[in-house]
């Protein structure tokens, strides 16, 4: 099986790149056919190559691009055409500058390119090219769809569909190899009052369009190097994700409803039934109150 994984790869990259190389970048990981994911220290960027130009997601920063850049180079010859960004984190979107000497344009949701106005970065780029709910990005036989359905991780998180290839990223929201509980407990960037529609969508969305797969867009919690962390996943954790969210909100509801909310806003968890949360990576159950707080909070305030 192995073996065949090799002679896969070897084949894909010299279809997909005019450069061929026998070796990968160490950084770089190949998903699928002319898709790969670039990692640097706990973050991961997909990028598509075709013979006719490359497409790159988030720069990941202006230490990581020149990296990316050289690691790109290493597998093709191409220059990069576009640069997509997924939201408007810096940690994720900073560094776009390095790809501009190819020509390429950046592009964004609408909703990122309003952020970046009010709250302007020298280390990011403005996007040449923004859009309002759809939009394709298309270089060579190569396409990125890009879907916004409201916020969710922030304002403008926008899910990558790779036509034809039945791949899906969803960044900092989703990631294998397993549905998770939120690294930070106080959820500062999530939207409470779309999060489940926004989820629900996505779910669509992978249906209609045969999505099997889902990136990564980080190593997961504990991985050293990328050992022990996925660079993919079943489809399954994008509902198993959801899934977490709508049981975050009915058991918020009904401890409330019982009286079990403090006047301190903390969740009393002898309310809470605690064996639904077991299963996801990253569980610790004195986070609950935090996140059912904040649930509660941004909920109500409309957020």
Wanted: aromatic content about 10%.
């Amino acid at each position: 099986m192995q073996l065949y994984w090799i002679v896969l790869s070897l084949a894909l990259i010299t279809t997909a790149c005019s450069k061929q190389s026998a070796v990968l970048p160490e950084a770089v990981e190949q998903i699928g056919e002319g898709a790969f994911l670039f990692t640097h220290d706990n973050e991961r960027s997909l990028f598509l190559v075709d013979t006719e130009g490359v497409i790159v997601t988030d720069p990941l920063g202006i230490d990581a691009a020149p990296s990316y850049k050289r690691a790109i180079a290493a597998i093709t010859d191409a220059p990069v055409k576009y640069v997509v960004y997924s939201h408007y984190h810096w940690d994720r979107v900073a560094g776009a500058e390095t790809f501009l000497e190819d020509g390429a344009q950046v592009v964004a949701q609408e909703r990122c390119a309003e952020r970046f106005l009010v709250n302007p970065n020298p280390d990011v780029v403005m996007p040449d090219i923004t859009f309002d709910n759809d939009y394709v990005v298309k270089v060579g036989d190569q396409q990125l769809s890009l879907n916004y359905f409201g916020p969710s991780h922030g304002d403008c998180l926008t899910v990558f569909t790779v036509e034809g290839q039945g791949l899906i990223q969803i960044v900092d929201l989703v990631n294998p190899p397993a549905a998770a509980f939120p690294k930070n407990p106080t959820i500062p960037y999530i939207r409470p009052h779309n999060i489940r529609e926004f989820f629900q969508r996505t779910i669509e969305l992978a249906d209609e369009r045969n999505i099997d797969t889902v990136v990564a867009s980080r190593l997961a919690p504990g991985a050293a190097d990328g050992e022990g962390s996925s660079a993919t996943g079943p489809v399954s954790i994008v509902n198993d994700q959801a899934v977490f969210w709508n049981v975050i909100f009915e058991e918020a509801s009904s401890v409330r409803a019982a009286g079990g909310v403090g006047i301190d806003g903390l969740v009393r968890l002898k309310y809470v039934d605690l064996d639904q949360f077991n299963g996801y990576a990253g569980y610790r159950k004195e986070d609950l109150p935090s996140i059912m707080r904040r649930v509660f909070s941004y909920y109500d305030m409309g957020r």
